[in-house]
Nanobody, 120 residues
Framework: VQLVESGGGLVQPGGSLRLSCAAS????????MSWFRQGPGKERELVAA????????IYLDSVKGRFTISRDDAKNTLYLQMDRLQPEDTAVYSC??????????????WGQGTQVTVSS
């Protein structure tokens, strides 16, 4: 199993970034996927999660309306569109593979992560 994130970087407050997670080594279309983040001196937290079904994704309250998680099963790729970024969004963002088809069963593999820094 391999998860490789990309798309992080330095952005000014109010800006946007799109993260990607290229997955391999498992049936991507059969697993729930998610994005986690860990800010400096903070615990890792779940940012967004998506099942294999056409059900509403799950979002951390502080990112609702600003972030959008999506997946392209044909490309084995997970995305996180982040708009109206704020300094408190600064963190290492990692994608994670679900144990099953829904986020309810938790996650068993994480990527190395990509750094997102929001600063003027």
């Amino acid at each position: 199993v391999q998860l490789v994130e990309s798309g992080g970087g330095l952005v000014q407050p109010g800006g946007s970034l799109r993260l990607s997670c290229a997955a391999s080594g498992f049936p991507f279309g059969a697993k729930a996927m998610s994005w986690f983040r860990q800010g400096p001196g903070k615990e890792r937290e779940l940012v967004a999660a998506i099942s294999i079904y056409d059900t509403p994704p799950i979002y951390l309250d502080s990112v609702k309306g600003r972030f959008t998680i999506s997946r392209d099963d044909a490309k084995n790729t997970l995305y996180l569109q982040m708009d109206r970024l704020q300094p408190e969004d600064t963190a290492v963002y990692s994608c994670a593979k679900g144990r099953s088809y829904t986020p309810s069963y938790g996650y068993d593999t994480w990527g190395q992560g990509t750094q997102v820094t929001v600063s003027s």
